[in-house]
């Protein structure tokens, strides 16, 4: 498996700021997801990074809010941006398909980013 | 669409009891099947997978099969562990069509010694 950093690990933010996420992997990946899970509930899929390309989104999820970067095969980031209270939740990216392992159809976690916004 | 639906939570055990949480799905091609598990304050790690009918997967005692004819993909353990106790999320992928993850609620175990 991949070992996913993520950083920061966790923030506390004032309402209408932006926040930048930071996912690192540490092979090439054909595939980087960006997923929420709010405070009880289970993980919902924001979008997919794509390299050299503008990240696809999931119904509900906008660019403008959550802008993606994937400048290669092992970075990307999500912005959270004019945040407010609602928008606290853990962010969480996934990895799919090593360079071996492609055919295995597993995604791996990094640890989570823990965000609150007051 | 793709959907995955779960047993819901929470659930309290006695060490050593079976458990058992539910599982079915709905796709729209072959999917592939995981469970999830989430432990106290750590991150999401695979627990088993299945990518075929009859396939079955199994991990640190934890067992899945995957049944087409009831599009369900039920997790059980014969003896539980109060190491055990954590939030079991099962979920699904749809490849090479959709290798985005859909989720299902999660079912929190906890398991008293």
């Known amino acids: 498996s991949a070992v996913i950093s993520q950083k920061p690990s966790r923030d506390i933010c004032q309402r209408g700021t932006s926040l930048t996420i930071q996912c690192q992997v540490d092979?090439?990946?054909?595939?980087m997801f960006w997923y929420r899970q709010q405070p009880g509930q289970s993980l919902t899929l924001i979008a997919t990074?794509?390299?050299?390309?503008?990240?696809?989104?999931e119904s509900g999820f906008v660019i403008d809010k959550f802008p993606i970067s994937r400048p290669n095969l092992t970075f990307s980031t999500l912005t959270v941006s004019n945040m407010s209270p609602e928008d606290s939740s853990i962010y969480l990216c996934?990895?799919?398909?090593?360079?071996?392992?492609?055919?295995?159809?597993?995604?791996?976690f990094g640890p989570g980013t823990r965000l609150t916004v007051l | 669409g793709n959907s995955v639906t779960q047993m819901e939570g929470p659930v309290t055990l006695s060490e050593e009891a079976f458990l058992t949480i539910n599982c079915t799905y709905t796709?729209?091609?072959?999917?592939?099947l995981f469970w999830y598990v989430q432990y106290p304050g750590e991150g999401l790690q695979l627990l088993l997978k299945?990518?075929?009918?009859?396939d079955k997967g199994s991990n640190k005692g934890f067992e899945a099969t995957y049944r087409k004819e009831t599009t369900s993909f039920h997790l059980e353990k014969g003896s539980v562990q109060v190491s055990d106790s954590a939030v079991y999320f099962c979920?699904?992928?749809?490849?090479?069509?959709?290798?985005?993850?859909?989720f299902g609620a999660g079912t929190t175990v906890t398991v008293r010694a």
């Open positions: 996934s990895v799919e398909g090593f360079s071996e392992l492609a055919a295995d159809n597993e995604q791996f």
């Open positions: 092979s090439q990946v054909t595939m």
């Open positions: 990074a794509n390299q050299g390309s503008e990240a696809t989104y």
């Open positions: 796709a729209t091609g072959y999917p592939s």
């Open positions: 299945a990518t075929k009918a009859d």
């Open positions: 979920a699904l992928s749809d490849p090479p069509n959709d290798y985005k993850l859909s």
